[in-house]
């Protein structure tokens, strides 16, 4: 079943000035279940694309359809609530309410959601058992390392049951050996609960474990490639 | 769970919230403290020309208060004071003859307000002979005839001392001149020197018989209330029983004094509002740093599906916070040092000249009312809420894609 379809894609930036043409004309289809990469050159347009496919950013022309929806005509505030119930999101930085513990970070998605007080307690703790964090619950993330704050990001996009989970550069303020716990963890909500995850990355060893890799350049596609 | 954020988030940059709640704490200590000074002040004021001077209510005959005349007296005035007696909410009565006389010694003269009184009424109406003390004599005390109690700067401007006489000269019932040699038995000092200047005591009788005026009647008839509070009523109730005299409140008596009161009112509140102002641009800078400094955050939050309105909430509440942590410290740290120096005093009395010369005592004992603390708590709480509307707007207008990307 297809969770994602683009179709034409284009995104330019500063049209009036100097326009960057950071996307230009991408059409992909994603199925659920995926376990995909997007790499190229810096500057190539994987952000900008990422940004779209999450709703965070509007196509300057084409279409994205997620779940038949299309998403690409919505407004800022239905986005909004489209992204909350749709989309988990795990970002290079700053992910987390530097005030909440790992578990309220946690359940905070699901209370912007309205789930009732025990259910969400009682799957912040299964999410955070899910990616190994199991007794780190009331740490804050001040106190957390690096990689154990990305995987409370995971948690945190998982904890609304999204289409998909966006991540943008995940790894790239990690070190080889977090690197590689995050990816793991990753892979095995992949393939034991079906969870698709679309994420960009310069790093090798992160490309190596993706089953499908999308090689973007000057913002188009150069190749998509099946493992 | 946006209020336990909001919450926590101000406690993140400690140093600078802690600034923001010190000044506003000092900001409305100093309001409400210099406003209860000036408030000690107003209602010792009114306090003292109420139990000194003019009593809660007098009733005078209607030519009276325009022309002081000995023949416009209230002639039915014991009956009055008869009927008076029966008003619950009326303490005590007393009725006076006033008529303006000179006074001469041998080597000074001066007009004055001669009042004549009976001294046993008096002193339960008026606060007055508590203001002679132990080496100036009493408040007629010995049973002497023709005894007058004058003020220390009336006796000094006459040159007189306690058993001095006075010569005084006024004008009778039948309109011709007389008078006679008062002794004087006492010397007060009141905190209103213009009062003291223009005014000396003499018994009723002495004074009646001199000017062979009706001792049945008199000129005034003062009103002491059980409660301030019931000044209007209680004035209307008597001038309704009394129509053909003229009833006058306190305030109608000294309409300066309510002025100043009603005047004062408004500037204690124009006063804190210009601190609060002031203090408003404290919080919104603080408020707009915060939200600068937490781009990539709020970024992230407008991102995985926190909406605009929690957002603005979410900042809007760190701003109230903020702002009532202040406020409230403020308002305590301000009523207890409003409360102790209230019971203490402050002494003023290095100035005391200054004071006293318009009516003013030396000692003042801050004090203010429930419903100015609770006047200032809403206008803390207003500021609040405009001093978060700058920066919570300010969080809205993100996007979160560029905040998301914003280098910091
Ligand atoms: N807000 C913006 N305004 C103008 N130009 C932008 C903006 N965001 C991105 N760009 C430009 O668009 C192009 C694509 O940027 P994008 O961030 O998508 O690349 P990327 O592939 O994610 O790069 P990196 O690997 O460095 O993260 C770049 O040329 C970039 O400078
Ligand atoms: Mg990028």
């Given amino acids: 079943m297809k969770v994602i379809e683009i179709k034409n ?22 199925e659920e279940g995926e376990f995909a990469a997007i790499v190229g050159p810096s500057g190539s347009g994987k952000t900008t694309m990422l940004n779209m496919l999450g709703g965070l950013d509007s196509p300057t022309k084409g279409e994205i359809t997620i779940n038949n929806i299309k998403i690409s005509d919505m407004k800022p505030s239905q986005l909004i609530d489209f992204r909350l119930n749709n989309i988990g999101f795990v970002f290079q930085a700053y992910n987390l309410i530097p005030v909440l513990t790992a578990k309220e970070n946690v359940e905070f998605i699901m209370q912007l959601q309205k789930w009732p007080k025990e259910e969400r307690a009682k799957r912040a703790l299964e999410l955070m058992k899910a990616v190994g964090l199991e007794g780190r619950e009331n740490s804050r993330p001040g106190k957390l390392s690096g990689g154990q704050q990305q995987r409370v990001a995971v948690a945190r996009a998982l904890a609304s049951k999204p289409k998909f989970i966006l991540a943008d550069e995940p790894t790239a303020n990690l070190d080889s050996k977090s690197t590689e716990t995050l990816l793991d963890i990753m892979e095995k909500l992949n393939k034991e609960e079906n969870i698709t995850f679309i994420f960009s990355t310069h790093d090798a060893r992160v490309v190596k474990k993706a089953r499908r890799v999308i090689t973007v350049e000057d913002g188009k596609v150069i190749s998509d490639e099946n493992k | ?104 010694t041998p080597s000074q003269g001066t007009g004055v307000n001669l009042i004549g009184v009976y001294p046993e009424k008096e002193k339960q109406v008026s606060s007055l002979y508590k203001y002679i003390n132990d080496s100036s004599g009493t408040y007629f005390d010995a049973k002497k005839k023709n005894s007058i109690v004058v003020s220390q700067k009336f006796a000094d401007k006459l040159n007189l001392n306690l058993r001095s006489k006075v010569v ?69 109730k008597i001038a309704s029983a009394f129509p053909q005299q003229s009833t006058m409140t306190w305030l109608e008596l000294q309409p300066d004094l309510g002025m100043i009161a009603e005047f004062l009112n408004l500037w204690l509140y124009v006063f804190v509002i210009i601190i609060l102002l002031a203090l408003g641009f404290g919080i919104v800078n603080t408020m707009l740093m915060a939200v600068l400094e937490r ?82 708590t809403s206008l803390v709480i207003i500021t609040g ?21 914003t280098e910091m």
Avoid: C
């Avoid at chain 2, 403290?33 to 809660?56: D, K, Q």
């Fill in chain 2, 168 to 236: 005084l000269t006024f004008v009778g019932t039948d309109g011709t001149l007389t008078g006679a040699a008062f002794k004087v038995v006492g010397i007060f000092k009141t905190s209103n020197s213009a009062f003291d200047e223009m005014n000396a005591f003499v018994r009723f009788d002495d004074l009646a018989r001199l000017t062979n005026f009706d001792t049945s009647s008199a000129h005034e008839i003062a009103i002491l209330l059980n409660d301030k509070n019931q000044t209007n009523e209680v004035a209307a």
């Fill in chain 2, 1 to 104: 769970m946006i209020w336990s954020i909001s919450w926590k988030n101000i406690w993140r940059n400690k140093l600078r919230s802690l600034i923001v709640v010190i000044a506003i704490t000092l900001g409305l200590l100093a309001g409400v403290f210099s406003s209860a000074l000036m408030n000690g002040i107003i209602e010792r004021r009114i306090r003292a020309a109420i139990e000194n001077e003019v009593s809660h209510i007098q009733i005078h005959n209607k030519n009276f208060m325009e022309n002081i005349e000995i023949g416009y007296n209230i002639n039915n005035a014991n009956e009055i004071l008869d009927k008076l007696a029966s008003f619950p909410e009326v303490k005590h009565v007393s009725k006076r003859m006033k008529i303006t006389a000179m006074a001469n």
């Fill in chain 1, 9 to 30: 894609l284009h995104k330019i930036y500063d049209e009036s000035t100097v326009p960057v043409h950071a996307v230009n004309g991408i059409d992909l289809s994603y």
């Fill in chain 2, 295 to 376: 781009v990539k955050e709020l970024g992230m939050l407008m991102a995985v599906g926190m909406n605009k309105k929690r957002v603005f909430s979410m900042i809007m509440l760190e701003t109230i916070f903020l702002t009532l942590t202040g406020g409230a410290l403020g308002m305590l740290v301000g009523a207890v040092v409003v409360y102790v120096t209230g019971e203490t005093g402050i002494d003023f009395s290095a100035y005391a000249e200054g004071f006293s010369a318009i009516g003013y005592e030396s000692i003042v004992y801050p004090t203010i009312g429930i419903d100015y603390y609770l006047g200032v």
């Fill in chain 2, 385 to 405: 809420v405009f001093a978060s509307i700058y920066p919570a707007r300010k969080a809205l207008k993100l996007n979160p894609s560029e905040a998301i990307r």
